[in-house]
Nanobody, 123 residues
Framework: VQLQASGGGLVQAGGSLRLSCAAS????????MGWFRQAPGKEREFVHA????????YYPDSVKGRFTISRVNAKNTVYLQMNSLKPEDTAVYYC?????????????????WGQGTQVTVSS
């Protein structure tokens, strides 16, 4: 599967952005999907994940109550709605896909990665 992330940009602190990740192929609904981010000089960080049918989502405390993941399998697309953005959310955001249903917070379980989209939050 090929992934194409989009929707990044420059936003002021407190603002919102919605990232999209479009997938190619007819088996998108078989994949669990995740979002990760990487800031300059830092390791890649887990942001959010969603099960193949959208029934389960996973996220770290750092985005709880601010970020929401969703998917529309009919459109082969997963979304990341980001609200109340903070300067520390600035990073390149990547979407990823895996056939596994567990351990979705770990980057090594993902087989396919998108190219990344830059999110910059100004203070």
């Amino acid at each position: 599967v090929q992934l194409q992330a989009s929707g990044g940009g420059l936003v002021q602190a407190g603002g919102s952005l919605r990232l999209s990740c479009a997938a190619s192929g007819r088996t998108f609904s078989s994949y669990s999907m995740g979002w990760f981010r990487q800031a300059p000089g830092k390791e890649r960080e887990f942001v959010h994940a969603i099960s193949w049918n959208g029934g389960s989502t996973y996220y770290p405390d750092s985005v709880k109550g601010r970020f929401t993941i969703s998917r529309v399998n009919a459109k082969n697309t997963v979304y990341l709605q980001m609200n109340s953005l903070k300067p520390e959310d600035t990073a390149v955001y990547y979407c990823a896909a895996t056939l596994l249903a567990h351990g979705l917070e770990q980057s090594h379980v993902y087989n396919y990665w998108g190219q990344g989209t830059q999110v910059t939050v100004s203070s």
